[in-house]
């Protein structure tokens, strides 16, 4: 075997690896390229009117806080160091505890 079969037959495994790696990188970039178009035709319009979450806390004596006509209970808090409450109907917290001299709603809605 002379040197011009030698150096074929080291060519030979070294030119399949360059060719399936070009070919791999050309086909991510086709699919990047298609992705990126069809992202670019998704239409995204933000709604006109924007909407904002309004909140305030109502606090009462005893185990039970109501919140306001239309707003909803986001959290409760409890007196005496209670971490024990329930959410009502949505709109009233109530604390667990036996002895309890106060409980507040966070209520909100969106305006």
Known sequence: MGPSSCHLL???????????????????????????????????SPSPVSKKL???SVKSQGRL?????GMSVTGCACGYGCGS????GGTTCHCQCSVMDWTTARCCYLA
Do not use: F, H
């Not at 409450?85 to 009502?88: E, I, K, N, T």
């Open 10 to 44: 080291i060519l030979i495994p070294l030119l399949q690896l360059i060719i399936p790696g070009s070919t791999q990188c050309s086909l991510d970039s086709v699919m990047d390229k298609k992705i990126k178009d069809i992202l670019n035709r998704l239409e995204y």
């Open 54 to 56: 309004l909140c305030t």
């Open 65 to 69: 806080a109501s919140c306001p006509a």
């Open 85 to 88: 409450w329930d959410v009502q």
